[in-house]
């Protein structure tokens, strides 16, 4: 079956500090990857997604994802952390090409000190 | 609006009453998704609509769960009897096809049955 683990329940980083976010999955074919963003009391805000070509991926809010297909991973990173970035970040992946229904790694908090 | 909505934002049922929750996807959108977030869990599917058939019910937990969609809009979530474990923020989803695997969300409804 497929799944999509995020290793990293929680962390905490310093206002300024880079970041690296943790995801891999088990999927046999190609798959199409995203990084969702979930601040309190709101939706899923889509990050990035990928879907074939280059592997490293640009998103909104200066984030990117690097695609390694060798590693099964899709790790998000960014370069300097703000405080609006403290948030739930869920990495994803399509496991059924008919219905596109997303699965989801159990998520990552994290949490800005200044 | 230009986004998913979901209403209502919070509702509080008693166990065994019935509840429905509605979702407003992105005018155009032809794929209509909903997900259930429980406390200290992850995502997980539950149901998905092309146009205003269902081809994929696996994910829903119960056969006290149901859904419909109408005029390739408007979708509403039925729970029947509700039980305690059926607390949850319920998230939709919408696509603009389901080919394309972008999903954009919107602000959920939390469900408390006490």
Redesign the interface.
């Known amino acids: 079956a497929q799944s999509v683990t995020q290793p990293d329940i929680h962390i905490t980083v310093s206002e300024g500090a880079s970041l690296e976010l943790r995801c891999n999955y088990s999927y046999g074919a190609t798959p199409y990857l995203f990084w969702y963003v979930q601040s309190p009391g709101q939706g899923l805000q889509l990050l990035l997604k990928y879907f074939s070509g280059d592997t490293l991926v640009q998103g909104i809010k200066g984030f990117e994802a690097e695609f390694k297909r060798s590693q099964s991973s899709f790790n998000l990173r960014k370069p300097s952390v703000h405080w609006s970035d403290a948030a739930e970040y869920f990495c994803a992946v399509v496991t059924n090409n008919a219905g596109n229904m997303l699965t989801f790694g159990g998520g990552t908090r994290l949490m800005v000190k200044p | 609006g230009a986004g998913?909505s979901q209403s209502p934002s919070n509702k509080v049922t008693e166990k065994g009453k019935d509840v429905e929750l509605r979702c407003d996807p992105i005018s155009g959108h032809t794929?209509l998704?909903w997900?259930r977030q429980r406390l200290g869990?992850?995502?997980?599917?539950l149901i998905?609509f092309?146009g205003n058939s269902a081809?994929?019910k696996s994910?829903l937990p119960s056969d006290r769960f149901s859904a419909e969609r109408t005029g390739e809009s408007v979708s509403t979530l039925t729970i029947q009897r509700t039980q305690q474990e059926d607390s949850a923020v319920y998230?939709c989803?919408s696509?603009l096809e389901?080919?394309?695997?972008?999903?954009?969300?919107?602000?959920?409804t939390r469900l408390t049955v006490t």
Request: no cysteine.
């Open positions: 998913v794929a998704y997900y869990q992850g995502l997980e599917f998905y092309q081809p994929d994910g998230l989803a696509s389901v080919r394309r695997a972008e999903q954009y969300f919107g602000p959920g």
